[in-house]
DNA sequence: CGTCAGTTTGAGCGAGCTCAACGTGAGTGG
DNA sequence: CCACTCACGTTGAGCTCGCTCAAACTGACG
């Protein structure tokens, strides 16, 4: 597998790309050469496969190497509800830890690659390496504001603040690992979008019109281009 | 102070009433010893005192020992969100971890009183005893399910199953603690439970109305009676 | 070239919002 | 002890944003 292909496995937590925003972020570069020893990098992924589903006994947390990850819950009568979406360089699968089983199922977007971390090995060596029990609190902290915002969002926004504002965020994650913060592809369908921001398909179709009216984006399907940054902040807030 | 008082500073960890839920849960009674070196009682809260401030440098957990304390965020344009209702027994303030700094504000919804756990000297507790690292993993875990549960809740749900679903969570909550799961007292107002539930005053009022209307509930300003608890359960799934 | 999943567009509807009025009870001061 | 206030809660009437249902469009893949 050539060393440039996104999804190969043959790196190492030092060298992988994703490393100055994964798990290896506050360690030193001995401590990273014990993280890189536990951590299990995977096949590739094609797009609807699974990685774990709810229910089934936890045993891993996982970072996204390449591609991207959705997160999901099914209710008792049924009902989705996508709670996250996970682009590389990024931890899921903490909702696990509490229970001791996910609580929910995480399949890829796309093509994808990802690391499985094992949990009791990754606690062991949060004893032996506090910077790294830090961390990983402060990665679950992270979560949970996260989670707090969308409570916000779901709570008090209107649909096209709830779009402006994952558009801004994937934005803000894609500024982080380098790309554009104006021009990228969405690895979700609408209906994806729409049940993460408690919309229907319909509205989020309609507030993309919208939103390219006004000049504010251009939409080629799953391809964005943000024309003004600025308003589309505003309306994030 | 009367060692029946429930907001009673005297007592120690050990003896903590709330103690079976609450961080010692997972402890052998030499551990709680060691816990109970780094808690400290604070004097009893009224109605409305913060315990902190979003923004303010974060230092502690805290862990409600009687009373109770609500959660909350302000956003840039000033809009509050109530993220979360605590309970005797229950941590908060794990949202500051992340950023080193609260994210929510917390006060006091009626005469309370909490112990304050120095994260720092928690964190340095997790390393000698991994029962506790793995207990407060798990704390942290429960808080992500709890808000994805509140995501699904906003995201999917009519006003009436969100309105059973905060009740069916207050009912099961008592129970834990050995009280009535049919007849308590709602300590917070119709105006943080139409805030947190993302519906207006109005709407909650009126969901109350219909339930009683239904013989579900019987509702007396803040004292709640459920007389059918199998349909509540029902409606909150 | 037909099929099928994903998306867009249109028309009408309804749950919950807004605004406004009124009720209730705890606290305060005469 | 009553009158007044003020926060909180209830009730009513009308409106609106996003939903539902239905139809048409697009492009990838056989």
């Not at 990983?136 to 926004?157: A, G, P, R, V, Y």
Request: with cysteine; hydrophobic share 35%; charged share 25%.
């Amino acid at each position: 597998m050539d060393a440039k292909c996104p999804h190969n496995s043959e790196v190492n937590c030092g060298d992988c790309r994703m490393n100055a925003l994964c798990l290896p972020l506050a360690l030193q570069a001995k401590e990273v050469e014990r993280l890189d020893e536990i951590v299990q990098r995977g096949r590739p992924l094609q797009r609807d496969n699974h990685i774990y589903r709810a229910g089934e006994e936890f045993r891993s947390v996982y970072a996204v190497r390449s591609g991207s990850i959705k997160s999901y819950t099914v209710s008792n009568d049924g009902v989705e509800q996508v709670t996250g979406f996970h682009l590389p360089g990024e931890i899921f699968g903490m909702d696990g830890i509490g229970q001791n089983r996910y609580t929910n199922s995480a399949t890829a977007m796309e093509t994808s690659s990802v690391c499985e971390i094992p949990f009791n090995r990754l606690q062991e060596l949060s004893i032996a390496i506090p910077t790294l029990q830090r961390h990983f609190f402060q990665l679950m902290s992270m979560e949970i504001t996260n989670d707090q915002h969308l409570i916000t969002l779901l709570s008090k926004n209107s649909a096209e603040e709830r779009v402006a504002t994952l558009l801004i965020s994937i934005s803000n994650r894609n500024l982080r690992r380098k790309l554009s913060p104006t021009r990228f592809r969405l690895p979700m369908s609408r209906a994806d979008i729409g049940n993460y921001l408690g919309l229907t398909v319909e509205t989020v179709s309609r507030v993309f019109g919208r939103f390219q009216k006004q000049d504010m984006l251009l939409v080629d399907k799953k391809e964005i281009e943000v024309l003004d940054l600025e308003k589309l902040r505003q309306l994030a807030n």
